[in-house]
């Protein structure tokens, strides 16, 4: 199940704004991360499995002051996904297979023989 939280903090530039966005999307199980509200100070997160308490704390830890004003379900909005969609042409898929690998060429073994170690050599005769 979907989850929508929202989350109003003090967001008072641009910066404070990307901080925040980066620190929820960071998140295991967010899937969308939006600024919301008439004064742009509300971060709503939808996603499932979404521990609202746990990202509250983590945004009061980093940012200085974060309310959890709502958890709720999300609601799918069907109609603008199919206006999307439909509005959009597919690029084409471009394939491309790289040159095959027939790894290393073969190597030629040599034996070298030491003269000076080798016992069946005889240095007296």
């Not at 295991?28 to 990202?55: F, R, Y």
Request: glycine share 6%; charged share 25%.
């Amino acid at each position: 199940m979907k989850q929508k939280v929202i989350i109003q903090l003090p967001m008072n530039d641009q910066k404070s704004r990307s901080h925040a966005l980066k620190i929820a999307a960071g998140v295991i199980g967010v899937e969308a991360v939006a600024v919301i509200g008439a004064e742009k100070d509300q971060l709503q997160v939808i996603g499932e499995g979404i521990d609202s308490v746990t990202l509250t704390r983590l945004l009061r830890k980093k940012l200085a002051r974060a309310d959890l004003v709502s958890v709720g379900e999300a609601k799918k909005e069907e109609g603008a996904v199919k206006k999307a969609e439909a509005s959009t042409p597919q690029p084409p898929v471009v394939e491309w297979n790289p040159p095959p690998s027939y790894g290393f060429p073969p190597y030629q073994i040599v034996e070298v023989r030491d003269s000076v170690n080798d016992p069946s050599c005889c240095t007296i005769m």
